[in-house]
């Protein structure tokens, strides 16, 4: 793992991204009455002694929703706080202000600069009931008995343990210590218009098309942007990589120098920051094919527009968040702060999030608040037996429709690269600052 002084965690928690408090659901408002779907109720809970606690959450806007928090707080008995931030101001926030937060909501990729600052306290995976049924990648590092360490990136279990209780080191085999406790992943493509396109995409490469020049867009967020700049330049045959997760100085110097290249020549519209504006590319038309992500291109659907999360041949490029606590806490707040992760991971927010297009760290206990036919489509690739509804109330595929990329062994069985953080982290954020100010 890098070694980085105060002033690189802080310089880099500062420059890992942006703009993802609205990005992969954004704020949502309560769900109308009668919404098809509901779920069930969520599980019952003790909270005689935690009743008077209240949890404060930084995090992305993945979490930061009103309608988790308000069921949280009915099933569990105590206050929840959020504050929605961008990916930096919550790395930041995470290791500059330990103040300021009791549960820390981001994603493993940001654990390199998060933990060497002391400000998580390791979690006991015995206290956590649904610990053994967690998504194997997230704690033995295999997937459907396979190893998963060819791939590249930030996976993450290079990050999910420590040492032990007081370690700030990870554990390349698992503890009874994790870093984070997982409850929501993805893996992600591009997005684009088939309406508006002159063929299929199938591969990454296709963002360079000359055919779309004017009418490409690539997200505006440097951990994350460059993972698929790799992976376009990779497949178009441009340059390749030692590790696309951890690039050197000299693999960033060309690829930025190939990205700025692309832009003299028009072949990109625009950079997207956040889900609103990706959502506005893609549905004005303004932008035909792009870096996007699940719930975005639902959203480009639900207003009745065409949009493909295409699955393409080189594999997805992966991400994971989890929920971790503020070393600070104890007592009745650390009571309340396990009682969170397990209703976290009893299946009603798995299910919630399922419906948006991402899957759960216990898919067996979302299951349990999914109907079949939720189910069957978004988990087992199915067509769709009847319309699928998003937690809204937002018809976002009519009956008959197979989600993109097929089903989840499909898809997060193809995963070539996590989210990542680099030894020369610094050092890409200024190279990926100079592309888009080019």
Known sequence: MPKFTRRRLIQTGLATGAALATARCGAQTEAPEGTPNNPAPGPEVNTNSIKDVTLRFIGTGVAQINDIRDKAQEDLGFKIELKALSTEENNQIAITQPGQYDMFDG????????????????????????????ASFFTTGKFNGLPVENAQGTAPIKVMYLKDKDSQEFSATPTDWATLIPFQYNADTL???????????????????????GKTSILDIPSIGIMDAALVVESAGLMTFGDKGNMTKAEIDQITQILIDKKKEGQFRAFWKTFDESVNLMSSGEVILQSMWSPAVTA????????????LKEGYRAWGGGIGMSAAMEGPKLDAAYAYMDWLLDGWVGAFLG?????????ENAKKFMSAEEWDFWYEGKPAAVDMVDPFGTTLEKAGAVRDGGSFEERMGNVVVWNSTMDEQVYLVQKWNEFIAA
């Not at 994603?107 to 306290?121: A, C």
């Not at 995409?201 to 020049?213: C, E, G, K, R, Y």
């Not at 419906?355 to 898919?363: I, L, T």
């Open 107 to 134: 994603e493993y990729f940001s654990l390199p600069l998060v933990i060497p600052s002391g400000n998580l306290q390791a979690i006991d995976v015995k206290r956590i009931k649904s610990f053994d049924k967690i």
């Open 191 to 213: 997005g684009y218009r088939p309406d508006l396109v002159t063929k299929e995409i199938t591969s990454w490469a296709d963002l360079f098309d000359p055919a779309f020049s």
């Open 300 to 311: 480009v659907k639900a207003q009745g527009i065409e949009c493909v999360y295409a699955p």
């Open 355 to 363: 419906r948006q297009g991402y899957y759960s760290a216990v898919p």
